[in-house]
């Protein structure tokens, strides 16, 4: 499995980009995608996920109503649009994949099997 991110870059307080993740090398029917993030000194923590054949989606408390997760099956790719942006959400954006995931466990980390490089998001406020 090749998870491929882009679209991170340098942002002021209120700006928007938008994430990709290419995802290559399985069928990720019933899998779980996700967008994790970690700043310097921090764990990694959830962003946003979703099951990759439809069901709901899925955010943490500190995006909601400012990132959207969504993904192009012909193009087996993940976006994350990130609006409204501010200074605390600087921080390494990474996509997973949670094989035959659960709900319950998307969360975690520990939950997923296959992960992206990482792309680097930067607001200065």
């Known amino acids: 499995v090749q998870l491929q991110a882009s679209g991170g870059g340098l942002v002021q307080a209120g700006g928007s980009l938008r994430l990709s993740c290419a995802a290559s090398g399985r069928t990720f029917t019933g899998d779980i995608v996700g967008w994790f993030r970690q700043a310097p000194g921090k764990e990694r923590e959830f962003v946003a996920g979703l099951r990759w054949s439809g069901g709901s989606t899925v955010y943490a408390d500190a995006v909601k109503g400012r990132f959207t997760i969504s993904k192009d099956n012909a193009k087996s790719t993940l976006y994350l649009q990130m609006n409204n942006l501010k200074p605390e959400d600087t921080a390494v954006y990474y996509c997973?994949?949670?094989?035959?995931?659960?709900?319950?466990?998307?969360?975690?980390?520990?939950?997923?099997?296959?992960w992206g490089q990482g792309t680097q998001v930067t607001v200065s406020s």
């Open positions: 997973a994949v949670y094989p035959r995931g659960i709900y319950g466990n998307l969360r975690r980390p520990s939950s997923y099997d296959y």
